[in-house]
């Protein structure tokens, strides 16, 4: 574990403000911005270490519930390193708000003018430019939580499983919980 970070209310202020602009960024869903989230909270500010950070999106993402609930453990993480479970809590809504708030703004706003005007060119063409957009952020977001293990050469079995896992989503309507019913006994029995 981190020591006790000390946090200003401007540090607060500035994790609310990134968050805010990843909420307008993540095209797709939060977990398209979760490579720029680790830069931020690992790279750049070390609020976090690695582990933190792969395990805050790991539980999220094995937990039932919405997807976006890695942004709540990585705000209760930078909370606790700061200094307890009231600081854990008040990370949870500062990370939390600044992810929803925005971008349910605009999606609303959006959403009632683009349905009013769904037969326009623009509105079909912007729909159809931003799958490539989408996918791309996935699968830089495939490419940090894989490369958190290290070595490619040292961990191939992992980054095989990556490339298949990513090919299967990608070709078949297979559903995810089957792939995670897979990945699961491999982890448990040390396969990856």
């Known amino acids: 574990m981190n020591p006790v970070l000390e946090l200003g209310w401007n540090d607060w202020l500035h994790l609310f403000t990134h968050f805010m602009t990843l909420s307008l960024l993540s095209v797709g869903g939060g977990i398209t911005t979760a490579p720029d989230m680790h830069r931020y909270l690992v790279d750049q500010q070390g609020w976090l270490t690695d582990a933190q950070y792969t395990a805050s999106i790991a539980i999220a993402q094995s937990a039932p519930g919405p997807n976006i609930l890695f942004v709540a453990l990585l705000g209760w993480h930078v909370g606790l390193n700061a200094g307890g479970t009231w600081l854990g809590l008040f990370g949870v809504l500062v990370c939390m708000l600044g992810i929803i708030l925005p971008s349910s703004i605009l999606v609303y706003v959006t959403a009632r003018w683009s ?55 990608w070709r078949t309507r297979l559903h995810l919980l089957w792939l995670l019913g897979i990945g699961g006994p491999l982890g448990w029995f040390g396969l990856v």
Request: proline share 5%.
């Open 115 to 169: 349905h009013q005007n769904r037969e326009l060119r623009a509105v079909r063409a912007f729909k159809l430019g931003m799958a490539p957009i989408v996918i791309a952020l996935l699968i830089a977001t495939g490419w940090i939580l894989a490369s958190v293990n290290g070595d490619p050469a040292r961990h191939w079995p992992l980054w095989l499983i990556t490339v298949v896992t990513a090919l299967i989503v």
